[in-house]
Nanobody
């Protein structure tokens, strides 16, 4: 059974930083593309950043380019998202996702975590 678990969310002031982590089990982590999505109240889930199985292909949404950095450690089955210069509009539930497809998408072929809340105050 695939399990995806996020951690690292919290409350931070605008301009601050957070690092999200995600561990995945029940799958061959080094064969899966991984990614972060977020969903704010009343909005659709959107892709934030993706990384392919080797870490050589990266994607960032325009809204986070230059501020967020995605990385992975295949030895530890762990995905990271370093978020710097956070803005109030980054407030959302952040979800970790795993898929054999790249880029990732919201669909049946994607495994999801339960989410971790990120709140950025002004």
């Amino acid at each position: 059974q695939v399990q995806v678990v996020e951690s690292g969310g919290g409350l931070v002031q605008a301009g601050g930083s957070l690092r999200l982590s995600c561990t995945a089990s029940g799958l061959r982590f080094d064969q899966f593309a991984m990614g972060w999505f977020r969903q704010a109240p009343g909005k659709e889930r959107e892709g934030v950043s993706y990384i392919n199985w080797s870490g050589q292909s990266l994607y960032y949404a325009d809204s986070v380019k230059g501020r967020f950095t995605i990385s992975r450690d295949n030895r530890k089955n762990t995905l990271y998202l370093q978020m710097n210069r956070l803005k109030t509009e980054d407030t959302a539930m952040y979800y970790c996702a795993a898929s054999l497809l790249y880029p990732l998408r919201v669909g049946r072929d994607t495994h999801w975590g339960q989410g971790t809340q990120v709140t950025v105050s002004s």
